[in-house]
């Protein structure tokens, strides 16, 4: 019996009977000394002969592999306001929820800025002897701010487009 590791995947099966495997994928009774603990995420190979990576090659894989799982992560994540699932069906509900509160809040920002505006007119359009505070008055800026409601598939749009730019990341 002998110990194999192949050459793409860094998988190592000790005990194996190696006419099962090709030298072409496999590297037969490799000497492994050189890599004791270490992962072999982390082993070079040449030929038939298995090292340690360096220090920027180490950190080069787990970049590579830190950009893997942030993809997943995000890719999820944005699967899951779609998902015919519980947690698909408590995103959208969390969505509604805040897009009610936030529509309320819009939706009054506009009230008050109504209100201001018709105030300021009312100020500055009178006449006596309050001229000082109608001067005042009319250098307040009242002009409404750009302000919409959202609907919830808007607001899902919104948090995809977020999550693939890497807002949450």
């Not at 006419?19 to 000497?31: A, E, Q, T």
């Not at 830190?66 to 995000?74: G, L, Q």
């Not at 779609?82 to 897009?99: I, K, M, P």
């Amino acid at each position: 019996m002998a110990s194999v590791v192949n050459r793409t995947t860094k998988q190592y099966l000790g005990s194996v009977h190696t006419p099962d495997y090709s030298p072409v994928d496999w590297i037969i009774d490799p000497d492994l000394s050189s890599v004791i603990g270490v992962p072999s995420k982390y082993w070079n190979i040449s030929g038939d002969i298995i090292t340690e990576m360096t220090q920027p090659e180490k950190d080069a894989v787990d970049a590579a592999e830190a950009i893997v799982i942030r993809d997943n992560n995000r890719a999820e994540a944005v699967a899951t306001p779609d998902a015919a699932t519980s947690t698909g069906v408590e995103f959208r509900e969390l969505f509604e929820l805040f897009n009610k509160r936030d529509n309320y809040i819009i939706n009054r920002l506009i009230e008050v800025q109504t209100m201001a505006s018709d105030l300021k007119t009312a100020i500055t359009t009178s006449s006596g002897a309050a001229q000082t505070i109608r001067d005042e008055v009319a250098l307040v800026d009242v002009t409404p701010s750009a302000t919409a409601t959202r609907t919830r598939a808007d607001t899902i749009t919104e948090y995809k487009d977020d999550i693939n730019a890497g807002g949450a990341d």
